[in-house]
């Protein structure tokens, strides 16, 4: 089954750029969308389709998929930004999900 | 306003059974493909189940096949996972999903429904 990986943690100092990768065999093949979860909330979608940004979601996330590595990118962070990072992907002929294993942010 | 309300969680010994459900609204339940998801305590997501909108072609992870089932009732609104033959390892909290049709991405959850398994 494809499996994809994301680094544990990521710690940034406010104003800084997060960078948050998933790794994946061909990911650049496949759709890749993130998604924010905050400690005892259900996940938000904040990138789908590798870079498109679901509206209402602010331009400082923005996410980008090449080779083997999906990326999200949070510029400008700020002290909401902290929690879980999952990326997903959906494979269109089994209708299996794979999520990644979730990088949480911390923002020093 | 969209809104998936999860409904049926609660405490079950290993071996037993439970059924959640999700009741939607605010969209036009009947054009969309839904998905079940968890996460473990302390744990990452897992998908879980996926239903077409039309109830076929439906997908369960190897996890869960086997054991658990899902449907869906379009004249009501409703997105149903009847779990059977439950494991210590199936307690998590269930979050009933919608896909939002581009590519697979999941664009609305439910606050989501804690199943504990344990004797």
């Known amino acids: 089954s494809y499996v994809l990986t994301q680094p544990p943690s990521v710690s940034v100092a406010p104003g800084r750029t997060a960078t948050i990768t998933c790794g994946g065999n061909?990911?650049?093949?496949?759709?890749v969308h993130w998604y924010q979860q905050r400690p005892g909330q259900a996940p938000v979608l904040v990138i789908h389709?590798?870079?498109d940004r679901p509206s209402g979601i602010p331009e400082r996330f923005s996410g980008s998929n090449s080779g083997n590595t999906a990326t999200l990118t949070i510029s400008r962070v700020e002290a909401g930004d902290e929690a879980d990072y999952y990326c997903?992907?959906?494979?269109?002929?089994?209708?299996?999900?794979?999520f990644g294993s979730g990088t949480e942010v911390t923002v020093l | 306003e969209v809104q998936l309300v999860e409904s049926g969680g609660g405490l079950v010994q290993p071996g037993g059974s439970l059924r959640l459900s999700c009741a939607a609204s605010?969209?036009?339940?009947?054009?969309?493909?839904m998905d079940w998801v968890r996460q473990a305590p302390g744990k990452g997501l897992e998908w879980v189940s996926y239903?077409?909108?039309?109830?076929?072609?439906?997908a369960y992870a190897d996890s869960v096949r086997g054991r658990f089932t899902v449907s869906r009732d379009n004249a009501k609104n409703s997105l149903y996972l009847q779990m059977n033959s439950l494991r210590d390892e199936d307690t998590a909290v269930y979050y009933c999903?919608?896909?939002?049709?581009?590519?697979?991405?999941?664009?609305?959850w439910g606050q989501g429904i804690l199943v504990t398994v344990s004797s």
């Open positions: 605010g969209f036009t339940f009947s054009s969309y493909n």
């Open positions: 389709n590798n870079n």
């Open positions: 997903h992907v959906w494979d269109s002929g089994s209708n299996h999900h794979v």
């Open positions: 061909s990911i650049e093949s496949k759709s």
């Open positions: 239903i077409h909108s039309r109830s076929a072609p439906i």
């Open positions: 999903a919608r896909d939002s049709g581009v590519v697979g991405s999941v664009d609305y």
